[in-house]
């Protein structure tokens, strides 16, 4: 009928409105646009004007349809608030006019319907305008009101496409929140709503039959009282599943339930979403009869829930959560909560299961939300009934025992491999905390932990709940970031889909952000509590704490990509690395010596006979061993010979091992904490630009100001702990250890050795000396690490851009404590 709009002008419209909810200034300049090109009076003989705006808003929402209309109904909403005590209010004067040339265009495209050639182009404006006005429906349905008698005939659209669905479906959304309003409708138009709207819920599927007895719930419930009308269909669909239950329970084997499996499945769904807004148990509908009919109910529903076919568990299932709407209280039921409990925390659980109860709480708080909601506006109308307020209070204070009941398991649906159910559990928790339903500390960790998820949304989600929470609750994410990091990798750990690839903690795209970085981010403003978070996940790597390597390699990842903005931040880090490896390495060394002689000593007593001959052969392995513990700066130093002193020193230590390899097994495990926090410092040395002298010098005791400056980050510099991703690919833990994997073990042994002599220079050494022994410790450094690119593995010294410093000898060392 029209030309339609410029597709640019709807995709710029598109882009615009989706910012209505960003910072004060975008969404002031959101408002005043969308007020001035949509929301403005036209002038009455401008219908070319007029039309224009009607085809750019439908097309605007035609093509939001799959990501939601929250930005129509924000937008509507801001805009008519803001003109509420105004005496002038042309919003209100624009909508009107909206709607009803909304309805004219509905007109004209029901009758080129019948032109074959545009079909399929008339269809599609036809439900964007339906929606158009289903969204104005919600913000201001007194828009509506003149508009209902209009409206009903398109109850009984024929469907044959997805279109003619969404027009039911949206007519049905706009005459449940209009009728109710509607001052003396005729009986006529009133029993013929009932009527297409019955028959509509006994011949169509799911979507249709939900949006069909809402809209008669709101027009039997508030307006015709016809409750004997209401009473017949439940009793029809109560009663086929109470015959299929009695026929099951004789006969489990019988083909009578697959045969009328549709059936039954109807009679789950319908029968649950009647008891969704229609309370049987009232003596309107049930009369004198003493039967309890949401027990019966209930007792019917949990019956199908443990039937062998998935579908019609998941049927049962949503017919009980649309029950425990009505009902709420039947949620605390025992057997409820062990099916709820069990589908959520069973790992072997179906998906859909899992997914759905899931949905059913969603559902359950989504209402409970907008009961409330409603209660406080009829709460500020009339404030002196308190008993409105009390009202309130008893209804969150329902929702908050349940969602203690369930709250944990929600919160374990985090750890799972399918991003749905990730996605409906961190709505749950949203809705949870959006309400005030439950002390928000305990799913701080679970929150930081979805901000590191794969996609995009949910990251966000999460991150903004965080967000909430540090505004209302000062120190509850510094209190809980360890933990949630802790989380966040068992979190990655359920999503990988590959077990034999180590889990990595920063994202594999061009930016290599750590995938913690917005935790980073909210912790770094404190200096004293990102210190202490930063010691915190430092501690992890101290040979104590026996944390995971995996886990270790995350924390290094995240540590190596953080958002560092100053210089005293990864200074701060180094200095710790040094001070953790001083000790860490000490430990390490004297662990795997210990158990090299415990070993020797549990050998067999030899008998007298062999004593001499013992003992000479134990006298020369000791002195192999004690020749090897040297520091090498004490051994003759000919550069020429120092091949052949390595091996004779890895040979002196192969003899001394153990049969049992477990102390092997156990330093190579120990010793990655140490070799990633020796790469992690070269890696943030060489990322910084520092010098040696800049590290060495560096004291956290000092001014905040003195680091203040921030960081010159380099390009192309990339954390790629080359010997931990081989220890854990080739599950070293857990593999048989050949000799050649022996003699690199014992070579690494030696490395570190060399380095924890040459790790604090002595001072009473000649100028010579000292540079000797730094080069040992380079040459050590470089070793364990695995030599490879300078950039970024070698112990190499670079400029130090961020303040211009000389270049320092070496890499340095602990400074004197």
């Known amino acids: 009928i029209e030309q339609p709009t410029f597709p640019k002008i709807t995709e710029m419209c598109v882009k615009m409105i989706r910012r209505v909810n960003d910072e004060e200034g975008i969404k002031k300049l959101v408002n005043e646009t ?3 090109l949509w929301f403005t009076p036209t002038p009455h003989h401008d219908k070319e004007a007029m039309t224009r705006k009607i085809l750019n808003i439908t097309d605007v929402v035609a093509a939001c349809r799959d990501t939601g209309y929250d930005w129509f109904e924000q937008l509507l909403q801001n805009l008519l608030k803001s003109e509420e005590d105004a005496s002038y209010k042309p919003v209100k004067k624009a909508c009107t006019q909206l709607v009803d040339n909304l309805v004219e265009h509905i007109l004209k495209y029901e009758e080129s319907l019948s032109d074959s050639d545009n079909k399929g182009v008339n269809s599609g404006r036809l439900v964007a305008c339906i929606t158009t006005l289903f969204l104005f429906s919600k913000i201001r349905p007194q828009l509506m009101v003149k508009h209902a008698m209009t409206m009903q005939p398109y109850l009984t659209t024929k469907c044959s496409t997805q279109n003619d669905f969404m027009v039911i479906c949206n007519v049905a959304k706009i005459l449940e929140l209009v009728v109710p309003l509607m001052e003396h409708p005729s009986e006529t138009f009133l029993a013929t709503i009932e009527e297409d709207l019955m028959k509509l819920i006994i011949k ?21 009282q016809n409750y004997k009308f209401v009473w017949a269909c439940f009793n029809r669909y109560y009663g086929a599943l109470s015959k299929l239950k009695s026929q099951h329970q004789e006969d489990p084997n019988s083909t009578i339930l697959t045969a009328n499996k549709p059936a039954l499945l109807r009679s789950l769904f319908t029968v649950g979403a009647l008891c969704r807004h229609f309370d049987f148990d009232q003596e309107d509908f049930k009369g004198n009869s003493k039967v309890n009919i949401k027990d019966k109910v209930l007792e019917l529903l949990m019956y199908f829930t443990k039937h062998s076919d998935e579908e019609v568990q998941t049927k049962a299932i949503i017919g009980l959560g649309f029950a425990f709407i009505q009902h709420p209280s039947l949620m605390f039921e025992q057997e409820v909560k062990t099916l ?13 299961l899992k997914i759905q109860v899931l949905k059913n709480l969603q559902t359950y708080l989504q209402e409970e939300d907008t009961r409330m909601q409603q209660a406080d506006r009829d709460w500020k109308k009339v404030a002196k009934q ?21 709250l944990k398991q929600v919160l374990e649906a985090f750890f799972h491999t399918q991003s749905s159910v990730r996605h409906f559990a961190l709505s749950v928790i949203a809705l949870t905390l959006n309400q005030g339903l439950i002390h928000p500390v305990q ?22 709940q965080l967000v909430e929470i540090d505004k209302k609750y000062a120190g509850f994410i510094h209190m809980k970031a360890v933990a949630g990091m802790k989380m966040s990798y068992q979190v990655q750990q359920a999503i990988n889909t590959c077990p034999k690839d180590p889990v990595r903690g920063f994202r594999h795209d061009e930016s290599s952000s750590a995938l913690c970085s917005h935790l980073y981010s909210m912790i770094r403003g404190n200096r004293q509590h990102r210190r202490a978070f930063l010691i915190s996940l430092l501690n992890l790597f101290d040979d104590t704490a026996k944390t995971e390597v995996n886990m270790l390699l995350y924390i290094a990842d995240n540590l190596a990509c953080f958002p560092y903005q100053t210089q005293e931040e990864p200074l701060f880090i180094m200095h710790h690395i040094d001070i953790t490896l001083s000790v860490s390495g000490s430990n390490l060394l004297q662990s795997f010596k210990e158990s090299m002689v415990k070993d020797k000593k549990k050998e067999r007593k030899p008998s007298s006979d062999e004593e001499t001959e013992s003992d000479s052969n134990s006298g020369s392995e000791s002195e192999s061993e004690e020749e090897a513990s040297k520091p090498r700066r004490l051994r003759k130093r000919v550069d020429s010979d120092s091949d052949s002193d390595e091996e004779n020193d890895i040979n002196a230590v192969m003899k001394c091992l153990p049969e049992n390899s477990a102390p092997l097994i156990e330093f190579a495990n120990v010793s990655q904490g140490i070799l990633l926090l020796l790469m992690l410092k070269q890696h943030l040395k060489n990322l910084c630009g520092f010098s040696d002298s800049k590290i060495q010098k560096y004291s956290p005791s000092e ?27 080739s599950d070293m833990a857990n593999s048989k250890i050949t000799e050649e994997v022996k003699r690199s073990i014992v070579k690494q042994y030696l490395d570190f050795k060399l380095l924890m002599e040459h790790l604090d220079p002595d001072e009473e050494e000649e100028d010579g000396e000292v540079s000797a022994s730094t080069n040992a410790r380079n040459k050590a450094i470089t070793s364990l690490l695995g030599g490879g690119s300078p950039k970024n593995n070698a112990a190499e010294t670079e400029d130090d851009e961020s303040d211009g410093e000389d270049r320092g000898g070496g890499t340095s060392g602990v400074r004197r404590r």
Do not use: W
């Not at 979507?207 to 015709?224: D, F, I, P």
């Not at 409105?388 to 369930?406: A, F, N, P, R, T």
């Not at 003195?706 to 080359?722: E, L, M, Q, S, W």
């Open 340 to 352: 709820y409990n069990s589908i959520l925390s069973d790992k072997n659980c179906s998906v859909n």
């Open 443 to 464: 799913c701080v960790p679970y929150l930081i932990a979805m901000g590191t998820d794969p996609e995009p949304s949910m990251r966000n989600k999460a991150d903004q």
């Open 386 to 406: 308190e008993d409105l307020k009390e009202m309130g209070d008893i209804s969150s204070g329902m929702s908050s025992s349940i969602m203690q009941l369930y």
């Open 703 to 729: 001014s905040a100001k003195v680091y203040d400056k921030a960081i010159n980050r380099k390009t192309g510099v990339h954390f790629h702990p080359k010997q931990t991703l081989d220890f854990l690919r």
């Open 34 to 36: 969308f007020q001035k």
């Open 204 to 224: 169509y599927g799911m979507t249709v039959v939900q949006h069909c007895v809402s809209c008669l719930g709101a027009v039997v419930n508030k307006v015709t």
